[in-house]
């Protein structure tokens, strides 16, 4: 097999991590439409709800950017290949700046929310998470998700892919539970065994094209069983 070309390799480079931008830059595009909308419109499923998701989405975006930037580090620190290393602090500085574009719109956009009344903030503060709640199920797609990352990452076929089916069942969008469904349904039986190869291969899958939202201690967890 030839050796790729500089060009060649920096394409491969954009086909990998271009994605998470493209999500930045319609959150970005969107901010000041969706700060009219903030201010002028009555959402029905609430004002504490929407800071909620708005706040999650920041912490997603923000958490997707860090191991972008981990990852040109780490080809920084690999490649011989001056270009190579040149594109990927370019693409580096591009992210840090993105960042703190990020940061500014989101808190734009929550700034416009109205503020809840006393009531409402003492009714709802503080907000219990679900790992607050005993050994009741999760309630949210988000609970629902970390759970199934949990038996995810304790090789537990069953209840991993029963989590994620209840999470599609909230959430049908909801980051990539639904893909994650399906992988494991394909490779259920490949699955059963804890000391299958097969674990690895599902976790290379998922953090090479299901990772968006994420929890970063999955993330961790999978790179190091790899």
């Known amino acids: 097999m030839s050796e790729k070309s500089s060009p060649e390799i920096v394409l491969e480079y954009i086909k990998v991590?271009?994605?998470?931008?493209?999500?930045?830059?319609?959150v970005l595009w969107l901010g000041g439409d969706l700060k009219e909308i903030?201010?002028?419109r009555t959402v029905k499923i609430g004002v504490l709800?929407?800071?909620n998701r708005?706040?999650?989405?920041?912490s997603t975006l923000q958490n997707t950017l860090v191991v972008q930037k981990d990852n040109l580090n780490k080809i920084i620190a690999l490649s011989n290949n001056e270009d190579v290393k040149k594109y990927a602090q370019l693409n580096i500085d591009?992210?840090?700046?993105?960042?703190?574009?990020?940061?500014?719109?989101?808190?734009t956009i929550q700034g416009a929310l109205p503020q809840p009344s006393a009531s409402t903030s003492e009714k709802n503060d503080p907000v219990p998470t679900e790992t607050q709640v005993g050994n009741k199920p999760p309630t949210t797609a988000a609970g629902w998700e970390a759970q199934g990352f949990d038996y995810l990452l304790k090789r537990d076929i069953l209840p991993a892919l029963?989590?994620?089916?209840?999470?599609?069942?909230?959430w049908p969008d909801y980051h990539n539970v639904s893909e994650i469904k399906g992988l494991l349904i394909q490779?259920?039986?490949?699955?059963?065994?804890?000391?299958?190869?097969?674990?690895?291969?599902?976790?290379?899958?998922?953090?090479?094209?299901?990772?968006?939202?994420?929890?970063?201690?999955?993330?961790?967890?999978?790179?190091?069983?790899?």
Do not use: C, H
């Not at 991590?17 to 319609?26: D, K, N, S, T």
């Not at 708005?54 to 920041?58: F, K």
């Not at 029963?162 to 909230?170: G, I, N, R």
């Open 162 to 170: 029963d989590a994620f089916t209840q999470a599609e069942k909230v």
């Open 94 to 107: 591009s992210i840090e700046s993105t960042q703190k574009g990020i940061k500014k719109d989101i808190q």
């Open 54 to 58: 708005i706040s999650g989405l920041d």
């Open 187 to 226: 490779n259920q039986a490949a699955l059963q065994s804890k000391s299958s190869e097969k674990w690895k291969e599902i976790y290379q899958e998922i953090l090479s094209k299901y990772s968006w939202g994420m929890p970063s201690s999955a993330r961790l967890g999978m790179q190091s069983q790899l």
């Open 49 to 51: 709800e929407i800071g």
């Open 38 to 40: 903030l201010e002028t």
């Open 17 to 26: 991590f271009i994605w998470p931008f493209l999500a930045v830059g319609a």
